[in-house]
């Protein structure tokens, strides 16, 4: 019995990394209100985002923004990485609708899903502008010229642009970049985009900065948002984004940027019997930006603590524990900022308790230009002592807010009490690793041969080469 337990457990280990190893769609809930999104989602565990084809379409829907969000998980020394793409649908109006079965490409993987209904009820919503067409002409056939047509230039209103959120960063702080590209309606068929993805690669090298930690979102669809600019309907691509936290006093610097496009010159008497444009080339260029970078106030971790608008949410697995019996206590950090930078805070452990390396957890949301999110740090504490003990009086984590200029502190609130005797000569017991290691207490401890697995392999072959004999046999007797 026991060859065979040991088998199975080397199957599972060399199986083990295949399975870690996840792709899956998750849907929307139904039913939810006009005003808010239905959405799509891609996860991924433990691997990047490669490649992915769109999102589908759905009947009586508009897709609207995407974002993404990275949660990581580390416990017992081991991540996880859990990466979500989410798509959102804004609804046209009221009523019953059918996500209808659909497939998506994801790293070369295909996931199938076989849709849903969708209901939406009623709220008020404001009525969609209506998209103006151009009227249709008509021209007689007689007066239809039949020499070459001549193309002339029309202006363009179009520009590209570098967009910041803020005109000046502390160290540390985050700063929204966005590359833009604005077109207006009326001159959709003046422009189209050149060889966008070998200029994109050229663009992005411009804009990266090299003294920053830098947070990009990810999108693969360059889609057009409608806007209006000093009063005029114009379409806005966006070409690139991403938080930038600065890691010193080097100010940020945007050079003069350049996309190509391709410019159609148009007829000046248009013809049905030939081309009413001409193909040319523009190039448009974005002005250079320069982002001063400020220095904390003094302070004596000014060099090393983190930057942001955070808040503290903690619990303890127990609020009445047993001397030499763990428990866990959680300590997870709120809000929004560079969430990488966050290191667990050191505790200033009392005689009475042991306080364990922190297993880490992250979770990180970036839309609407915000990288938000948590980070938990779970502390395995093992008593030995009995009394009152407050978490406040051992641990404590200092941060600057930008919003208020000013430094801050999170300090726990949340107390323990430790009941039994005074365990200084008891055994070590183990960690509050959760429900697995509970197994070790019932594993036979007993010493194994080094050479146990070439007894294995041998014992294997042999039963092998007896079920050959016995298929032979009786393939030969039939």
């Known amino acids: 019995m026991r060859l065979f337990v040991l088998l199975f457990l080397l199957c599972v280990a060399f199986a083990g990394p295949a399975w870690a190893q996840q792709i899956s769609l998750e849907l929307g809930k139904s039913p939810l209100p006009l005003n808010q999104y239905y959405t799509i989602s891609v996860k991924l565990q433990d691997q990047q985002l490669e490649e992915y084809t769109p999102f589908p379409e759905i009947e009586g829907f508009k897709k609207s923004n995407k974002y993404s969000s990275t949660k990581t998980i580390i416990t017992g020394g081991k991540t996880t990485t859990i990466l979500t793409i989410t798509q959102n649908y804004a609804a046209l109006e009221e009523g019953e609708y059918v996500l209808k079965p659909f497939s998506m490409q994801v790293n070369g993987k295909t996931l199938k899903s076989r849709g849903m209904p969708i209901e939406v009820t009623p709220m008020q919503l404001n ?14 056939e007689d007066s239809i010229a039949a020499d070459e047509p001549e193309f002339i230039d029309k202006e363009d209103n179009a520009f590209l642009t570098v967009y910041t959120d803020k005109k000046e960063v502390f160290v540390g702080e985050g700063i929204n970049v966005v590359l833009y590209f604005y077109l207006a309606e009326t001159d959709q068929r003046l422009l189209d985009f050149y060889d966008f993805a070998n200029q994109l690669t050229g663009i992005m090298r411009q804009l990266k900065q090299p003294n920053t930690w830098e947070e990009t979102f990810d999108f693969t669809e360059i889609t057009p948002e409608n806007v209006i600019v000093q009063g005029e309907p114009y379409l806005r691509f966006k070409l690139y984004e991403a938080v930038l936290y600065p890691l010193n006093l080097e100010p940020l610097r945007f050079p003069q ?56 949410t903690e619990s303890l697995s127990k609020k009445r524990v047993a001397a030499n019996k763990s428990f866990t206590y959680l300590f997870e950090v709120n809000g929004e ?17 042991e306080f ?78 959760g429900s697995f290691y509970n197994i070790i207490e019932n594993e036979d401890n007993t010493l194994v041969d080094v050479h146990f697995f070439d007894t294995i392999k041998r014992y294997t072959n042999i039963i092998l080469l007896v079920l050959l004999l016995i298929t032979a046999f009786v393939f030969l007797k039939k």
């Open 127 to 140: 009525t969609p502008q209506q998209l103006n067409m151009p009227d249709l002409l008509a021209e007689d």
């Open 257 to 312: 940027l350049k996309l190509q496009m391709i410019k159609y010159r148009v007829a000046k008497n248009p013809s049905l019997l030939a081309e009413d444009r001409q193909e040319g080339y523009k190039i448009f260029y974005s002005r250079e930006r320069v982002i001063p970078v400020k220095e904390l106030p003094p302070h004596p971790l000014r060099d090393v603590v983190p930057v942001g608008n955070y808040s503290l």
């Open 337 to 353: 900022g560079n969430l990488a930078a966050i290191m667990p805070p050191a505790p200033e452990v009392p005689p009475g308790l």
């Open 356 to 433: 364990y390396p922190p297993d880490v957890r992250q979770d990180v949301t970036k839309r609407s230009g915000r990288v938000m999110g948590s980070k938990t740090f779970a502390y395995a504490v093992l008593p030995r002592e009995p009394g009152q003990y407050n978490m406040g009086n051992m641990l404590h984590w200092i941060y600057f807010n930008p919003t208020t200029a000013a430094y801050d502190t999170l300090r726990p609130s949340l107390q323990v009490r430790i009941t039994g005797a005074r365990g200084s000569d008891a055994l070590v017991l183990t960690r509050d690793l």
